[in-house]
């Protein structure tokens, strides 16, 4: 992977260099990069392992809905670094892989698994002898759990505060959707509380080319004096009162209105081999190229089902990314718009088909289309 040249509404200041190291090797980047969007640009694409096989695992939705991000920053494990800003000087290290990310021994459990590692084999296998249970356990902690907490750390290192704030609006989501229902709200007078999980409001307008007006709605919000909070999810209605994790301080919200505008997430489709580093959600791999200008590969195959993956395709396209096909599994998909669009740029369209199959050792290097046999 490589930096694409400046994308319209990318987050990176060029002028802004930093480095950080990763596994003790530097790392370089933009400020506004992300760790992984910084490592990606470096051309790395294994970023973790998986939890029981160890198989390699890369970037898949570039928005913190998975675990294969996670890496350990200064020393705090399950930190996930497609959210997490780079910083100059940060140390990030990789977790659950020895003695390197890109040589596990512990993949062996993917090679050989087998009968031996079928689910729940911790229970079944190493029940006898039980006098050897203890052995058992103690390499099986070992091996398992996502990351190690420092042995020793400094009394309070840590400091959690606490914030309770009343509010006559909260709108969670920080898309157009919630911006504009923000500032509907305070132009009526309302005190309102905006959060959102990304660095900035704006959602998925910033991606797909309406970040002028994504950014001008926030800017509009804020001259209002809604309050937003960035980096911070709401983690849960609990009467009334809605908890809001922002860093190290946890809002807690009492408001009367609630406006839930979170948007919707891509879900991977299922096939053998999707879990390589290379297969990712296409609504990843355009985060990667419009925020951060990082190419998500030099050559792609987009599967859908619906026209937001044919026009994912035709963005990475503009974006400077070669995109060899596009399978979407509509017979009759076309009539027009972005289907009309990648077929007038040469990219082939082949109806009523899908990945059935991805293939390559530690990431993927080629895709299986085939045709539906029985369309329901
Ligand atoms: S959470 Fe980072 S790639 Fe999914």
Redesign the pocket.
């Known amino acids: 992977m490589t930096r694409l040249a400046p994308q319209p509404g990318e987050r990176i200041d060029r002028a802004r260099p930093l480095s950080f190291t990763f596994d003790g090797r530097p790392v370089g980047g933009y400020a506004g990069d992300t760790i992984?969007s910084a490592l990606l640009a470096g051309g790395r694409q294994v970023?973790s392992r998986s939890f029981k096989y160890h198989r390699p695992r890369g970037?898949?939705?570039?928005?913190?809905?998975?675990?294969?991000?996670?890496v350990t920053v200064d020393g705090r494990p399950g930190v996930?670094?497609?959210?997490e800003p780079a910083r100059d000087g940060m140390a990030v290290e990789h977790q659950n892989a020895w003695p390197s990310l890109e040589h596990d021994v512990m993949r062996v459990a993917d090679r050989l698994g087998g009968p031996l590692l079928q689910v729940g084999f911790y229970y079944k296998t190493f029940i006898r002898p039980r006098r050897l249970w203890p052995v058992y356990e103690k390499a099986l902690r070992r091996a398992a759990g996502l990351g190690r907490l420092p042995a020793r750390q400094d009394e309070r290192t840590w400091r959690t505060e606490y914030r309770r704030r009343h509010c006559d609006l909260l709108v969670v989501g920080g898309g157009l959707a919630g911006l504009q229902a923000a500032i509907a709200a305070a132009e009526r007078g309302a005190d309102v509380v905006l959060c959102d999980e990304d660095v900035e409001p704006g959602g998925w307008a910033l991606v797909d080319g309406r970040h002028a007006e994504a950014r001008a709605l926030a800017g509009r919000a804020r001259d209002l004096g809604v309050e937003i909070l960035t980096r911070a999810p709401a983690l849960g209605w609990f009467d009334g009162l809605v908890a809001v994790w922002q860093g190290d301080t946890l809002h807690q919200v009492r408001a009367p209105r609630h406006v839930l505008a979170t948007g919707a997430l891509q879900q991977p489709l299922v096939f053998p081999g999707n879990d390589l580093p290379g297969v990712?959600l296409s609504s990843?791999a355009r985060r990667l190229a419009a925020l951060y200008a990082v190419a998500p590969g030099r050559r792609a195959v987009v599967a859908t089902v619906d026209d937001a993956g044919l026009r994912d395709a035709l963005a990475l396209h503009l974006a400077g990314i070669e995109v060899a096909a596009v399978a979407d599994l509509r017979p009759d998909a076309g009539g027009g718009g972005p289907a009309a669009h990648l077929e007038a740029a040469g990219i082939p369209l082949v109806r009523g088909a899908t990945v059935v199959r991805a293939a390559g050792r530690d990431r993927v290097e080629r895709a299986v289309l085939a045709r539906a046999l029985i369309h329901i």
């Open positions: 992984v970023l970037e898949l939705c570039g928005c913190g809905q998975c675990a294969n991000s996670l996930r670094g497609c959210g990712m990843g």
